[in-house]
């Protein structure tokens, strides 16, 4: 398994980064792509990366509650790092019309603006996507055939709206959201329309931490050792053997973000 989205830039991982990357590994996760959510954040997962090569990549991006932050839609800095071995896609980037965090003209042209760095240099897509559904379809339809890759991260949405995205050839990213009685039952039924090749895990770290996961942690946190746990619901929900789901979406991540994990 590869947990293709870690925020371990996070500060909630700062006392023990090195401690849940080994739990992580005791746990059979196999590899990991670190988020890299604003310019800041994008060279600090870079930094990480780099310290435990063929085990950590990371992304380079502007999450859109931080497209208010950007002055300069060439991104000279995302695309500095682009060039760097650990990097593997550009983002997290997209739109987030539920918090608004940054003003919706500046998320949009933010999101197109790393689209089309993408696009330039060959390379996949990590993208979010919520309460956005229409605009963000409507501003990556165009680029989509000239993008090697694109995949939706922590999909949350409806059944019309996967369609969309495997209509529009996008991977998609499942969290420990799945696990989640509350919000999940949607997701849960629906899972099973994911091509295999289509489909990868995640926990997006050290958000979602997995409800039904027993004994319950002591912590809230998050982190890579509960992927196991995320893929066995996922393949569940899917009526699918969980060795048949890791070992397909273990192959399918490789390929995305061409990558051989150690």
Not at 116 to 132: I, Q, S, T, Y
Not at 146 to 172: M, N, Q, S, Y
Request: charged fraction near 25%; glycine fraction near 4%.
């Amino acid at each position: 398994m590869i947990d293709i989205g870690v925020n371990l830039t996070n500060s909630r991982f700062d006392k023990d980064r090195d401690e849940v990357i080994a739990r992580a590994k005791e746990a059979g996760v196999e590899g990991l792509i670190l988020t890299g959510t604003c310019i800041e954040e994008s060279i600090q997962a870079q930094e990480m990366a780099r310290n435990w090569p063929d085990y950590c990549y990371s992304t380079a991006g502007v999450h859109p509650h931080d497209a208010k932050t950007v002055e300069d839609l060439s991104l000279p800095e995302i695309r500095r790092l682009a060039a760097e071995p650990e990097v593997v896609a550009i983002g997290e980037c997209g739109l987030d019309f539920n918090r608004d965090f940054s003003p919706r003209p500046q998320q949009e042209a933010v999101f197109e603006a790393q689209l089309a760095l993408a696009a330039e240099l060959n390379m996949p897509v990590f993208m979010h996507c919520r309460d956005a559904h229409e605009r963000f379809m409507a501003i990556l339809k165009p680029w989509r055939d000239k993008l090697p890759a694109a995949v939706l991260h922590c999909f949350t949405g409806t059944e019309a709206e996967l369609r969309d995205c495997l209509a529009l050839d996008l991977h998609i990213g499942i969290t420990g959201w799945v696990c989640d009685e509350r919000r999940g039952t949607e997701l849960r039924d629906i899972v099973r329309y994911i091509p295999d090749n289509r489909l990868m895990i995640e926990t997006d770290c050290p958000y979602l931490l997995p409800r039904d996961y027993r004994p319950k942690p002591k912590s809230s946190r998050n982190e890579p050792k509960f992927l196991p746990h995320i893929a066995t619901v996922i393949a569940e929900c899917r009526n699918q053997d969980p060795v048949e789901l890791m070992a397909a979406s273990y192959a399918t991540t490789q390929a995305f973000f061409a990558i051989r994990a150690a």
